[in-house]
T-cell receptor, first 114, second 110 residues
């Protein structure tokens, strides 16, 4: 039972490069999320997707784009990476149809922009 | 906009001492959830509180939801080294937008 899978686990980018972080869940959840975590800043919501075909901005969306490819997959794209985007990125999914709408997280992607 | 603040930001305790973290929201929450993140790991769900004034216990952990549904607390009795990590509350302001608190990092000194 894989749960939420993120790739890659580690990445180093040069300023200005682009990349896509991949996330897939096998729990048939309808909602998916991207967060970034910086030291002392907690988890900040970048974008979320309530259901397949919809995406919405979270707290810190600038510099990012997302795609909800299908119900399983939700990708995060950095078009032109900046050092300020150095962070740990977490993908999460939830099933809003259940009473206990807990979020399940992936293992995280540690991104460094130099 | 919605803000969920936690205090304290850091807490160091001696093993065996108690620990409490508080979560405060600027708006009323329909429910609140608590997560634990071990160092180097990812957040893992602990519990959800829904009712005003609700109290739930998990072994040495006691969770409370305020009467006004704007605050919550997590209390750990007799901390152990396995309690080390960061504790987050999460209170969705809307149905799908899911915001986490700033977190409290707990260190337990043996």
């Amino acid at each position: 039972n894989a749960g939420v899978t993120q790739t890659p686990k580690f990445q180093v980018l040069k300023t200005g490069q682009s990349m896509t972080l991949q996330c897939a869940q096998d729990m048939n959840h309808n909602s998916m999320y991207w967060y970034r975590q910086d030291p002392g800043m907690g988890l900040r919501l970048i974008y979320y997707s309530a259901s397949e075909g919809t995406t919405d901005k979270g707290e810190v969306p600038n510099g990012y784009n997302v795609s909800r490819l299908n119900k399983r997959e939700f990708s995060l794209r950095l078009e032109s990476a900046a050092p300020s985007q150095t962070s740990v990125y977490f993908c999460a999914s939830r099933d809003m149809g259940q009473p206990d709408t807990e979020a399940f997280f992936g293992q995280g992607t540690r991104l460094t922009v130099v | 906009g919605q803000q969920v603040m936690q205090i304290p930001q850091y807490q160091h305790v001696q093993e065996g001492e108690d620990f409490t973290t508080y979560c405060n929201s600027s708006t009323t929450l329909s429910n609140i959830q608590w997560y634990k993140q071990r160092p180097g790991g990812h957040p893992v769900f602990l519990i959800q509180l829904v009712k005003s004034g609700e109290v739930k216990k998990q072994k040495r952990l006691t969770f409370q939801f305020g009467e006004a549904k704007k605050n919550s607390s997590l209390h750990i009795t007799a901390t152990q080294t396995t309690d080390v990590g960061t504790y987050f509350c999460a209170g969705p302001p809307g149905t799908y937008k899911y915001i986490f608190g700033t977190g409290t990092r707990l260190k337990v000194l043996a």
